[in-house]
């Protein structure tokens, strides 16, 4: 991972802030976990609405990506027994 990093570090635009590092870095520990339809749906979803509620006062726009993700999934998933 960390080798990726470097690497990839010349190659990103000067222009992304720092504030990018954090949500980049929960974003490739996530990715080995999708391995269903459900996971992606839920990963999918949260993070457009997380982005599109961004705006949001208090830091809201996290908190709704991560229940719309959840209920997306959940859906996804079906109920079982």
Do not use: N
């Not at 991972?1 to 590092?21: D, I, K, N, Y």
């Not at 929960?26 to 749906?41: E, Q």
């Not at 990963?43 to 457009?48: F, P, S």
């Amino acid at each position: 991972m960390t080798g990726a990093g470097v690497l990839l570090a010349g190659v990103l635009p000067t222009s992304l802030h720092l504030e990018l590092a954090a949500p980049l870095t929960f974003l490739l520990l996530l990715l080995p976990t999708l391995t269903h339809r459900a996971s992606y749906g839920a990963a999918v979803t949260g993070g457009i609405v997380a982005v599109a509620a961004s705006g949001l006062p208090l830091g809201l726009g996290l908190l709704v990506g991560a229940g719309a993700g959840i209920a997306v999934g959940t859906s996804l998933t079906g109920r079982h027994g």
